[in-house]
């Protein structure tokens, strides 16, 4: 199995930051517990989700194209469009959101040695 990761974000986290976050607590480290409590809790708010999907490869071509495709951006560009729909623009309005694709290369390593097989050959 090779596990891809999608995961969209907000790109800009300052803004919502500044204008959400504030304390009026007397003390220094009351204070910084009360802003990093409220921070966690807007960034919490403002998670848009992500997927993970655990992929099956049968044939060593199609493990190579994913992963030549996942190096290039090509991949990215795939998903942007299925990801990134009208609905979620609406609700995110005028905020960037930006898509985050991952694949540990450990597991197309590992993907690679199983389809070869122990004598460089692919399995059947």
Do not use: M, N
Request: glycine share 8%.
């Amino acid at each position: 199995d090779v596990r891809l990761r999608v995961r969209a974000e907000y790109c800009d986290h300052d803004a919502a930051l500044r204008g959400g976050v504030s304390s009026s607590k007397p003390g220094l480290a009351e204070r910084q517990f009360d802003l990093f409590s409220q921070a966690d809790a807007l960034l919490r708010s403002r998670d848009l989700g992500a997927i993970v999907c655990d992929i099956k490869f049968s044939d060593l071509s199609y493990l190579d194209a994913f992963w030549k495709d996942y190096l290039s951006g090509a991949l990215l560009e795939a998903l942007r469009g299925v990801f990134i729909t009208d609905s979620l623009r609406r609700a995110v309005g005028s905020e960037a959101v930006e898509l985050l694709v991952s694949v540990d290369e450990e597991d197309y390593a590992e993907g690679r040695r199983r389809l070869l097989g122990d004598h460089g050959q692919p399995l059947r």
